[in-house]
């Protein structure tokens, strides 16, 4: 048997778009004062990951048994992947400010690497989903492809933008205006399949629960 389709409105769209901006910008702005790219990133996605996941998961609470599992799942994915990830690109000399260099090289390095991220963390956050909501495997995908889109936006902000402004230079501000780019298209893209799968019907093994 399985159960009827969960009333989700566009304003659940709006909330969690709101939570992903926010708390990502959060986590960019304090990784701003680390001193370095490296572990401004590290600092971003583990900082900004665990004010999101916060925020995300009180968006989802109400729709989705057990969401506390969210927080750790995002925050664990986020540090250790992170990690790994600026490691393998500053070893072969890529550095990490990849996404807004006019090298191709390190374009494809950090978009690469922000796919990579982003996927893993859909992994991750589908171990929690995949019980509550069916076709939950589209969840991964839409991971991947919102922090590759979300990287060329945060650029702009955290280095055109802010240059523009006269802010450059200013750790704190690029970097929380780079991160709530990024935060703000992949809650975008994220959101609105996560809207597509509340409205499908739950798995039978959840509603039968």
Known sequence: MTGEKAPVSWR?????????????AVGGGL??????IQAGYVGGMTVGAAGAGVLQWLVLRRRIARAGWWVPATVL????????????????????NVTWSADPGRVVV??????LFGT???VL?????????????????????????????????????SGFL??????????ALTWAGVGAVYGAITGRVLVWLLRQPMPAAASEA
């Open 12 to 24: 659940f769209w709006l909330w969690w778009v709101l939570a992903s901006t926010v708390g990502w």
């Open 31 to 36: 990784s701003g004062t680390l001193g370095s």
């Open 77 to 96: 994915v986020s540090a250790v992947v992170g990690g790994v990830i600026v490691a393998v690109g500053s070893s072969g000399g890529r550095g990490w």
């Open 110 to 115: 950090g978009l690469a690497g922000m796919s």
């Open 120 to 122: 893993m963390l859909g």
């Open 125 to 161: 956050q589908w171990l929690v989903l995949r019980r509550r909501v069916a076709r939950a495997g589209w969840w991964v995908l839409a991971g991947g492809g919102g922090w590759v889109a979300g990287a060329p936006i945060g650029a702009v902000l955290g280095g055109g933008l």
């Open 166 to 175: 006269g802010w450059s230079g200013s750790g704190t501000i690029d970097w």
